[in-house]
């Protein structure tokens, strides 16, 4: 307990740029990968490959790279200067999306081919079909597996740590700095992890509840 | 067909073929729906009466001819086309209602979305149209809590809440428990009384005697036979025809 309280200043610093960095690229990704998916639905064959491309190459990579890439690679290429902090999000950004992509994607394909006819036999046009129709009904399907995707970025913020962002993933390395217990300063991490993963949860359960779609 | 008789149409096919692969399933088809007339689609299964059927709002594309609506060729893909659609009201067999909004917005969506209606017009308009169907309590009910003859009454509520011009109807009573027929059926023989313009493909004999002006009889993707009712099932012509009746007669 002494580990905690008496380093709190790490600790705060260190969750807080987790929480930051997870919240905005949550949202970027979850905004990226559902175009992505709607694109890998999408009647025209250059935007379906365009899609299975991106997501191809970004997923299959690790994310140590994709962020290394950003965080060293990226100022090479003289374009707008950004902060560490900026580039994890891009990073964890572009490489979140392509979990949300198919998330929502396999929800699409949930969604009974009737539904989309029904909605284009009143006259929607493709755009509101998808957004007034068939993506509502989607992410109802697939909140579990969405949630599993912004857990796991929860957690892959600390990847971040290796490069400059001090965020939770890099308390331990600052603790050590400070001569405190390793073993005891990893364990409240891990504890506090837990903790955000379970609130998580909590707001899973709570949609799941509140979205059921009965057929 | 005269050219006279082929203007004043309101759905009007012409010389239209489709496949799916090696399968020619609709072959030079020729129909012209005039004004408030009632036309009843029959025949045996995978005669093509169905893809007749979702041809003319373009939910099937077809390979050669032409479909016009109200003497407006039926447009590509796009805005256009979505605008057409709005005048074409449909009603499938599986209802297909919105799974996700309530009885109500089901109702409402088109209007609200494509006709740019304000919601308390919309939701007044969607009210009465549910009562006509006899449907009206159960407005704020997700589409699952229904009985699958009052999501058909909500579907056909649907449709006609975007004033179409004409209403097509997919098999509407064959996904529907034999005692909710005929609670479809009666909507939808009110509905031609009131000189609403129908192209129906049904298997409901029943319907085709009591409300329509025309019978088509459709096989192997052909328009074998189009009679007045009675003519049709009193004294077919074809032998493909009295075949398929001396079937039904049988039960």
Redesign the interface.
């Known amino acids: 307990m002494n580990t905690l309280l008496n380093n709190s200043d790490l600790f705060i610093t260190g969750f807080r740029n987790t929480l930051i960095l997870f919240f905005f690229a949550g949202i970027f990704a979850l905004i990226l990968g559902t175009i992505v998916a709607t694109l890998r639905v999408s009647?025209i064959p250059a935007m379906r490959a365009a899609a299975t491309l991106y997501i191809n190459v970004v997923r299959n990579t690790p994310l140590t790279l994709v962020l290394f890439f950003f965080a060293l690679g990226y100022p090479k290429l003289g374009l707008v200067e950004i902060d560490f902090m900026t580039a994890a999000t891009v990073g964890l950004s572009l490489y979140t999306a392509t979990y949300v992509a198919e998330a929502v994607r396999s929800g699409i394909n949930t969604v009974?081919v009737?539904?989309a006819?029904?909605?284009?036999?009143?006259?929607?046009?493709?755009t509101?079909t998808l957004t007034?129709?068939i993506l509502?009904?989607a992410f109802?399907a697939v909140i579990p597996p969405m949630f599993s995707v912004f857990i796991a970025l929860l957690k892959n913020t600390t990847v971040a740590a290796g490069f400059s962002v001090a965020e939770a993933g890099a308390i331990r390395s600052n603790l050590s700095e400070r001569g405190e217990p390793a073993m005891a300063g990893l364990l409240w991490v891990a504890l506090i992890f837990v903790l955000l993963v379970f609130i998580l949860s909590f707001v899973q359960r709570k949609l799941e509840k509140k979205w059921k779609?009965?057929? | 067909m005269t050219i006279q008789a082929a203007s004043d149409a309101l759905v009007s096919l012409n010389g239209v073929n489709k496949h799916y692969g090696q399968l020619h399933v609709l072959k030079d088809i020729n129909l012209q729906v005039k004004k408030g007339e009632v036309v009843v689609v029959i025949g045996p299964s995978g005669s093509g009466k169905s893809t007749l059927c979702r041809a003319i709002n373009r939910l099937e594309t077809i390979d050669t001819g032409e479909i016009s609506i109200d003497g407006k060729k039926l447009p590509e893909e796009g805005k256009e086309l979505a605008l057409l659609r709005a005048d074409v009201g449909m009603v499938f067999q599986s209802f297909n209602l919105f799974a996700h909004k309530t009885i109500l917005e089901n109702v409402t969506l088109g209007p609200i979305k494509v006709k740019k209606l304000d919601k308390a017009t919309a939701d007044k308009d969607a009210m009465a149209l549910l009562e006509r169907v006899g449907v009206g309590q159960q407005a704020p009910k997700m589409p699952a809590q229904l009985s699958g003859g009052q999501q058909q009454r909500v579907a056909i509520a649907r449709a006609l809440a975007m004033k179409p011009k004409v209403m097509l109807f997919d098999e509407p009573t064959s996904a529907l428990d034999p005692e909710m027929i005929n609670e479809v059926l009666d909507v939808m023989v009110q509905l031609a009384k009131e000189g609403m313009t129908m192209i129906v493909v049904t298997h409901e004999m029943g319907f085709a005697r009591k409300a329509a002006d025309r019978v088509v009889f459709m096989a192997d993707g052909q328009i074998v036979e189009d009679a007045k009712p009675e003519e049709f099932f009193t004294n077919p012509q074809s032998n493909r025809a009295k075949d398929f009746l001396s079937k039904l007669l049988t039960h």
């Open positions: 009647p009974p009737g539904q006819e029904a909605a284009r036999a009143i006259g929607l046009p493709f509101q007034l129709v509502p009904q109802r779609v009965a057929r």
